[in-house]
């Protein structure tokens, strides 16, 4: 298992240092930025506990406001860093997300080395629910509270979306707690108003639907899983935002690189149809020379961003 997971983390490496735009992009970012803000409060922890992979990041934007709409964003490590908050796209997303009047949450969140799925989706709503318990203290608009991620943290903010209002439910043989129970606010919604996908893979059953990094004998969804695709597909289904999709889940948006070589853009795509035939608000950017993260983050593609959860609020209010 080992050393399955070092021929898979190394290429990785490989890969996001390639793709590493101006500001990073999450995972393993090596560059930190500084952001303009009126208020930064650093290593929160949301469940009530001593665990640094239960702490967050918050951030406000430097023009100052009686509360703030919130995004959630969420780093990429294929679920195996627990501590990356440090490193979740902060020059280009959150930067951008500040400016336009939103306070950012950049959360940890355990590893598929700490617990197995759905421990991740328990922690991503343990922070939404934190949002909204802790909304008076950090000046959040609880009434607007939407996810985004990159890569693995595209199919966590995904995942909580289409899951929204969703408790718990049974996947084939599989019956899956999606809520957990963690942190001091289990009585508040986790419920998400919005959602940004960022290259995440959302359809864990087909990972193959494109050409993409041959990941050895473990991919990092089995790992997360403990499985296999063809001994326990129910698994990989519970773990797919895909499989959640129906007419209530909140507004979301997708934007994958056509070039993309390690999650492959047919999963975007696949993402966008199901929404679409859903009846759900969506829209998507397929980027022609996009890959990773690389060549992503441009100018248009960041307000697209905005202008979205920005009509995501406005309809909200309607």
Not at 35 to 61: F, M, R
Not at 88 to 113: E, F, Q
Not at 199 to 210: F, I, K, Q
């Amino acid at each position: 298992m080992k050393k399955a997971l070092i021929s898979f983390i190394m290429p990785c490496l490989a890969a996001v240092a390639m793709a590493q735009p101006a500001g990073g992009f999450g995972g393993f970012q090596m560059q930190q930025v500084k952001l303009e803000t009126s208020q930064e409060w650093k290593d929160v922890n949301y469940a009530g506990d001593d665990k640094a992979y239960h702490t967050c990041d918050i951030y406000l934007p430097k023009k100052e406001a009686a509360s703030y709409p919130v995004v959630i964003h969420i780093y990429g490590s294929a679920w195996f860093s627990n501590s990356s908050k440090g490193a979740a796209d902060l020059g280009t997303i959150v930067k951008s997300l500040l400016n336009a009047g939103y306070a950012v949450v950049c959360p940890n969140h355990r590893s598929s080395a700490d617990a197995k799925w759905p421990a991740q989706i328990h922690d991503i709503r343990a922070v939404i629910r934190f949002v909204r318990g802790e909304a008076k203290k950090y000046k959040f608009d609880p009434s607007f509270v939407a996810t985004s991620g990159f890569s693995s943290g595209g199919h966590l903010a995904s995942t909580a979306a289409t899951t929204s209002g969703i408790k718990q439910t049974k996947v084939g043989t599989v019956d899956i707690d999606l809520e957990g129970n963690l942190g001091n606010y289990t009585k508040e919604s986790s419920a998400v108003n919005a959602a940004c996908d960022w290259s995440g893979p959302v359809d864990l059953t087909a990972m193959d639907c494109g050409e993409g990094m041959k990941m050895g004998e473990n991919s990092p969804e089995d790992v997360l899983l403990n499985s296999k695709l063809s001994k326990e597909p129910d698994k990989y289904k519970s773990l797919s935002a895909t499989y959640y999709v129906n007419k209530k889940n909140p507004p979301i948006i997708i934007f994958h690189g056509e070039k993309d070589n390690v999650v492959p853009c047919c999963q975007g795509k696949m993402f966008f149809e199901k929404l679409q035939d859903a009846g759900v608000k969506t829209e998507a950017t397929f980027v022609p020379e996009g890959g990773h993260g690389m060549g992503m983050y441009s100018e248009e593609n960041l307000q697209k961003m905005v202008n979205f959860l920005d009509a995501a609020r406005t309809a909200k209010k309607k």
